[in-house]
């Protein structure tokens, strides 16, 4: 599944993210979030939908079938 395929592609993002991230400018990726100003119940809302979407009830069913993984280093 994705979180999987992270462990095992990041060893080659990291790198190439490193002189993206040194340019990055406040306001860049959008705008800070007032301390707390999240809806938990709206939250809990959004987060509940995504864990019924049809993609990651699928990602679950083949996460099942995943009983031979093999431990991996993470890159740190």
Not at 17 to 25: G, V
Not at 26 to 51: F, M, S, T, Y
Request: glycine share 10%; net charge neutral; proline share 5%.
């Amino acid at each position: 599944t994705a979180e999987y395929g992270n462990y095992l592609f990041s060893y080659a993002c990291v790198p190439l993210l490193k002189p993206f991230m040194a340019e990055l400018q406040p306001g860049d990726l959008g705008k800070a979030i007032p301390e707390g100003a999240v809806d938990n119940a709206q939250l809990r809302d959004v987060n509940e939908a995504i864990r019924c979407h049809a993609i990651e009830q699928v990602g679950k069913k083949l996460r099942g079938y995943m009983t031979d993984m093999k431990r991996i280093a993470v890159a740190g």
